[in-house]
Nanobody, 114 residues
Framework: QVQLVESGGGLAQPGGSLTLSCVTS????????MSWYRQAPGKERELVAS????????NYADSVKGRFSISRSDAKAMIYLQMNNLKVADTAVYYC???????WGQGTQVTVSS
């Protein structure tokens, strides 16, 4: 059974930081491209960051470049999203995904507000 479980969301102030984690099981994590997506109320889901097999590349949405960092641990079958200098516009439900949308987690809410 494939499982992706996100954690680490919550409330942060503008300029603050949060780290999201996603623990996975049930598929070949080491061979999987992994990504973080987000969906704000009334908006379409968008790709935030992605990381290749063995971390051979990373990609970021323009809106988060220089502020967010994606990483992975093949030993733990986990990915992470370090989010710094958070903005109100980062408020959304954040989803972990494997294989470019083949598998999805349930999401974790990130709210940035003063």
């Amino acid at each position: 059974q494939v499982q992706l479980v996100e954690s680490g969301g919550g409330l942060a102030q503008p300029g603050g930081s949060l780290t999201l984690s996603c623990v996975t099981s049930g598929f070949s994590f080491r061979r999987s491209h992994m990504s973080w997506y987000r969906q704000a109320p009334g908006k379409e889901r968008e790709l935030v960051a992605s990381i290749g097999i063995r971390s051979n590349y990373t990609n970021y949405a323009d809106s988060v470049k220089g502020r967010f960092s994606i990483s992975r641990s093949d030993a733990k079958a986990m990915i992470y999203l370090q989010m710094n200098n958070l903005k109100v516009a980062d408020t959304a439900v954040y989803y972990c995904s494997a294989g470019m949308g083949v598998y999805w987690g349930q999401g974790t809410q990130v709210t940035v507000s003063s």
